[in-house]
């Protein structure tokens, strides 16, 4: 079984078990955002600023591994035209269950973005990422596909661990691993991540994650940082995560 495979089927039973990621949201949130009341997030607590967007009304816009029926409402709400890609398919059927009950139109593409994206050059005005290229061992290739898939002057906005979680124990108490993180080639690390169904896991650095994009043409136009949503890490306010803006020149 391919680790892109282990992973679906991780993050499915995850979403069964009630997984934060994996909740979509309420009826009341979605009418908010038609108000525009409404906040994102591209990374654990810290909402998306608004001005990253602009206006959203008739602009394509992809969710790239942002099923679960939390961001892409929203959006729909806003008056963007939605398609999420999303190798799991607990969170495609939140997709779908969210617009059926809030009766607008989104297309829910079941997919891995590691096997590139199926849409033609220059379809989308915007593509929303969040944190999630930790569970594909090469991000470079999808920075590539991303920028393939955007319009000029279109934007991608993205959210990144940036591997300090990776180093740690569970109590966040001890350093015990070495970055780079990766299961695929440590097999206590393999056979450890399947036991505590963890699915395949990655570090990536900035070098990959900001210079990834950078190298597929993206001009980064800001970011920020986040921390984790509990655990030592955030007690002691030390950030884990970065969100990126970036746009691809006309």
């Known amino acids: ?3 892109q495979e282990i992973n679906s089927k991780t993050i499915d039973s995850w979403c069964q078990e ?7 949201i309420t009826h009341e949130e979605y009418e908010a955002a038609k108000k525009g009341i409404w906040d994102v997030l591209l990374t654990p607590l810290r909402p998306v600023p608004h001005e990253w967007f602009g ?3 008739g602009k394509k816009l992809l969710g790239l591994a942002s099923g679960g029926g939390q961001q892409i409402p929203i959006f729909s709400a806003l008056g963007a035209v939605c398609t999420v890609l999303d190798y799991s398919g607990e969170q495609c059927a939140s997709e779908k269950l969210v617009a059926e009950r809030e009766g607008y139109q989104v297309t829910v593409i ?3 973005m590691t096997k590139g994206l199926p849409f033609e050059d220059n379809t989308f005005d915007m593509i929303f990422h969040p944190v999630s290229n930790c569970y594909i061992e090469e991000v470079k290739p999808v920075f590539k596909e991303c920028f393939r898939v955007l319009k000029k002057g279109g934007i991608f906005l993205g959210g990144f661990d940036i591997g300090i979680n990776y180093i ?3 109590e966040q108490t001890e350093i015990v691993h070495k970055l780079p993180f990766n299961p695929l080639k440590d097999e206590k690390l393999y056979q450890d991540s399947i036991r505590n169904n963890e699915g395949i896991q990655f570090s990536h650095t900035l070098e990959e994650q900001i210079g990834g994009q950078l190298e597929a043409g993206f001009r980064l136009t800001n970011l920020y940082e986040d921390t984790n949503g509990e655990g030592r890490l955030r007690e002691y306010n030390i950030p884990s995560f970065i969100a990126t803006r970036a746009v691809k020149d006309p």
Request: negative net charge.
């Open 1 to 3: 079984m391919q680790y």
């Open 110 to 112: 079941q997919a891995d």
């Open 18 to 24: 009630g997984w934060e990621w994996g909740r979509p």
């Open 55 to 57: 206006s959203l009304k």
């Open 168 to 170: 740690l124990n569970d």
